[in-house]
């Protein structure tokens, strides 16, 4: 018996003998070449959101990136340069067109030294805000040697994966930020016979990740299993920015300066030229090595830079100046409810000097805000007739020495 004819593609107009395949519907049919058509455009449409950078008109140049970190960060020039410059050189890399007799550009991974409080992650957050790639923030201190109560090294990529709804060619050109990279460092010189799984044997698994390996990702985290299925990831297209306090560093600085500046001095400096209250901006790859970063690590993290101490006009400027000003959060929910909230500027210098005394830097601005405004916010929304709220200081005073005072008798 003939085989019944369908007719032809209602898309294309292909008469079924041209066809491998005429899928029937209710009222038209498909050919497998327009299945086919149809598929690359879904995957096209899907995998838009994670463009890699590339050319002179999707790709950001360093002082356009600085300007974008500017209305979020407040000072850190130095750092911002940097970041900056680091970023744009990693995307032009990454750009490239593949050529055997061209020259390889080798990634440069970043580390930023700073204290707590002045807006390491931060830059990393802004600059994810920025980039159309993949972002992941990792905590280096859940990280344990492989074998040991805690997470692997590769649950590092775990993340990435997830941030690209599990693309793993737009991971692959992802950027990384592992916070809290001095938690990681050796904790002792001397020999042991116990094992350093949190500290040196991290260091050592990281290795092959910042220099670029592909690596068995489990998918959705965890301990790797023989029955598990794996996701291989390619890491040598991975931007990696670590960050740390590294609490003490600045003695190690203060060390090497003092023997630098006696007698004929190599660096040039003098006891007069030597700013001793900001000793990070002297930081040099053989400090974090005597901190207690291996050398291998030292040199797979090759862009070194560090963020200022906050002072008091920095954190005065903190408060106000940028697009998300905690003021302007604060008036936001204020304004949620009708309610007008400002800040006098003696009240401003009242939070500043708070938080330079309990040595908070800018993260503890917004805790003494909190402190101050808790009573407000939770009598005002219940009341009808108020309307504004104006902040003195004799009122934050009045209520940051009240919290104050409930914390402490809770404590005791």
């Known amino acids: 018996m003939a085989k019944k004819d369908k007719g032809h593609c209602s898309f294309c107009g292909r008469p079924e003998i041209e066809t491998s395949i005429l899928v029937s519907g209710i009222d038209s049919q498909i050919c497998n070449f327009c299945i086919e058509q149809a598929n690359l455009i879904l995957k096209e449409e899907t995998s838009e959101s994670y463009d890699v950078p ?19 960060v407040i ?14 050189n990693h995307y032009k890399r990454i750009a490239q067109e593949s050529d055997e007799n061209d020259v390889e550009i080798e990634k440069s991974n970043i580390i930023l030294v700073g204290e707590t409080g002045t807006g390491k992650t931060l830059l990393a957050k802004t600059i994810s805000r920025m980039l ?33 709804d599990y693309n793993v060619a737009a991971a692959e050109k992802g950027i990384i930020f592992i916070d809290e990279v001095d938690k990681i460092a050796r904790k002792s010189d001397n020999p042991s ?21 592909s690596v068995n990702v489990p998918p959705q985290g965890g301990r790797k299993h ?16 670590a960050g740390g306090a590294f609490h003490g560093i600045d003695r190690i600085i203060a060390s090497r300066l003092r023997t630098n500046v006696v007698g004929y001095s190599f660096s040039g400096l003098n006891d007069e030229s030597i700013d001793r209250k900001n000793l990070l901006q002297y930081i ?21 830079t560090y963020l200022d101490p906050l002072d008091k006009d920095a954190l005065r400027r903190i408060l106000t100046e940028p697009k998300n000003a ?3 959060q604060f008036e936001k929910l204020f304004g949620m409810d009708d309610i007008e909230l400002t800040f006098e500027p003696e009240a401003l210098e009242f939070i500043v000097d708070k938080s330079i005394e309990f040595k908070l830097g800018a993260r503890g601005l917004r805790s003494i805000i ?38 402490l008798r809770a404590a005791v």
């Open 54 to 72: 590339s050319g002179k008109t999707t790709l950001l140049k360093p002082v356009e990136i600085k300007a974008f970190l500017d209305k979020y």
């Open 75 to 88: 000072g850190q020039e130095d750092a911002k340069k940097v970041l900056s410059v680091a970023v744009y």
């Open 132 to 164: 159309h790639v993949p972002f992941a923030i990792a905590d280096a201190t859940v990280l344990t040697e492989a074998g040991y109560v805690g997470e692997d090294v590769e649950s590092i990529l775990t993340r990435l994966l997830q941030a690209a």
């Open 193 to 213: 016979i116990t094992r350093d799984v949190s500290g040196e044997g991290v260091q050592q698994a990281l290795l092959k990740l910042l220099e670029g390996t």
């Open 226 to 241: 023989p029955e598990q299925k794996m996701i291989s990831v390619n890491t040598k297209n991975i931007l990696f920015v």
């Open 284 to 304: 040099a790859p053989s400090d974090l090595k005597n901190f207690g970063l291996i050398p291998e690590i030292v040199g797979r993290l090759p862009v070194l």
């Open 326 to 328: 905690l003021t302007k």
């Open 370 to 407: 909190e402190a101050i405004l808790v009573d407000a916010m939770f009598e005002l929304p219940s009341k009808k007739r108020t309307s504004k709220l104006n902040i003195t200081k004799e009122y934050a005073s009045e209520k940051f020495g009240k919290a104050s005072l409930a914390k």
